[in-house]
């Protein structure tokens, strides 16, 4: 079965920094990669999507993902955070004849101002 | 935003009584997914379907049932609601091939 793992429960960073959210899965075909982003109250919106090509993607705001099949890992970057920044970000996996859509357990991001 | 409406937006059931939540999308996409979202869980997938009378179970699926009649709306049913069934619940849809999901504003709800 596949499983999305993201190593970090809560980041508090201070504005400026970097960001680095790690994610890995497990799925050994084909896959379609996610990082979606849920603001307090919202619902989930995409920042960034990965199907094929370059393992470097670019997204929304200022966020980045860079692909990296031998360790099956996905992992979410931006060189400097604002307060606005703060929310929950999602890993996800889509893999398989059925479209199945796995998400990792998220991690909380908060921005100091 | 996505032409996905998920209904009620919010409820308040008792133990025991069957509820059913509504996802309906005007995008004609082949698949939809339900989810529920709890503290330190993450979204977990319930059910999911890829075509209409095609579904299939997700991680978290004892209590829940789904069907698909048409394309455009997507039921989850709790047959008998638990406690532990308070939680927010998340539709889904997405066209396959190349495309992102696309979420519902989400369903609250408590059982009490």
């Known amino acids: 079965a596949q499983s999305v793992s993201q190593h970090n429960h809560h980041v508090i960073l201070s504005e400026a920094a970097s960001l680095e959210l790690g994610c890995n899965y497990s799925y050994g075909g084909t896959v379609n990669l996610f990082w979606y982003v849920q603001y307090p109250g919202q619902h989930l919106q995409l920042l960034l999507k990965y199907f094929s090509g370059d393992p470097l993607v670019k997204g929304i705001k200022g966020f980045e993902a860079e692909f990296i099949k031998s360790k099956f890992s996905f992992n979410l970057r931006k060189p400097s955070v604002q307060w606005s920044d703060t929310a929950e970000y999602f890993c996800a996996v889509r893999g398989g004849s059925q479209g199945n859509l796995i998400f990792g357990k998220g991690t909380k991001l908060s921005v100091k101002p | 935003d996505a032409g996905i409406t998920q209904s009620p937006r919010h409820k308040v059931t008792e133990t025991g009584t069957p509820v059913t939540l509504r996802c309906h999308q005007t995008?004609?996409?082949?698949?939809m997914y339900w989810y529920r979202q709890d503290p330190g869980h993450g979204l977990r997938l319930i059910h999911y379907s890829y075509g209409v009378k095609d579904t299939d179970k997700g991680e978290v699926s004892d209590g829940y049932s789904v069907s698909r009649s048409k394309t455009e709306d997507f039921l989850l049913t709790l047959e008998s609601a638990t406690s532990s069934q308070t939680s927010v619940y998340f539709c889904?849809?997405?066209?396959?091939?190349?495309?992102?999901?696309?979420f519902g504003q989400g369903t609250r709800l408590t059982v009490v």
């Open positions: 889904a849809i997405n066209g396959g091939g190349g495309t992102e999901a696309f």
């Open positions: 995008e004609n996409h082949r698949y």
